[in-house]
């Protein structure tokens, strides 16, 4: 039996008390474990290739506009991209309009990629929703807008996807 068939026979600590928060947990660590395992092939850790789907759809844009499409504050992007930049998929360079700022491009290099990232990303989809109709799948977005958005009314603004 592999780790994500273990995961997912497991129940949590909680369950009885939060059944609904139980299993959203379960998906989500089943999902960060998929990504993971799928995103290692093309040399990206999970959360990186959110960053180069939003480059590679909007080319260049400036370090603190690329945090708030993400959600993410500065500290976490600043690593993130450090990592990229490590790796060759990114560059920053300073703004020319703003000496404060920093712009962030994906590089020729990460173009080699984007195909597969967006297999991977699009594979990952069909494992999740493999087994759901078209009616299942919209009905799923619709509870978990309404979830993500009970739990936003409780969370400081900007914190949404923080690693700190």
């Not at 780790?3 to 609904?20: I, Q």
């Not at 590679?56 to 844009?61: A, I, K, M, S, V």
């Not at 370090?63 to 998929?89: K, M, S, Y």
């Not at 920053?92 to 703003?98: E, H, T, V, W």
């Amino acid at each position: 039996m592999g780790e994500a068939s273990e995961a997912a026979g497991r129940e949590l600590p909680g369950t009885s008390l939060a059944p609904v928060g139980a299993a959203v947990v379960r998906v989500a660590r089943l999902h960060r474990m998929l990504a993971g395992q799928l995103l290692r092939e093309v040399g990206l850790h999970v959360g990186q290739e959110l960053v180069m789907l939003e480059l590679w759809e909007r080319g260049r844009l400036r370090q603190v506009d690329l945090a708030e499409v993400l959600g993410a504050d500065a500290a976490t992007v600043t690593r993130t991209l450090r990592r990229l930049e490590q790796t060759g998929f990114v560059r920053r360079i300073p703004s020319p309009d703003d000496k404060r700022s920093m712009l962030v491009e994906p590089t020729v290099a990460s173009l080699g990629v984007r195909r597969r990232v967006e297999e991977l990303w699009s594979q990952l989809e069909g494992y999740l929703t493999g087994q759901m109709s078209e009616e299942e799948k919209q009905a799923s977005i619709a509870v978990l807008q309404r979830l993500e958005a009970g739990l936003a009314r409780h969370t400081p603004e900007g914190s949404l996807y923080s690693e700190d």
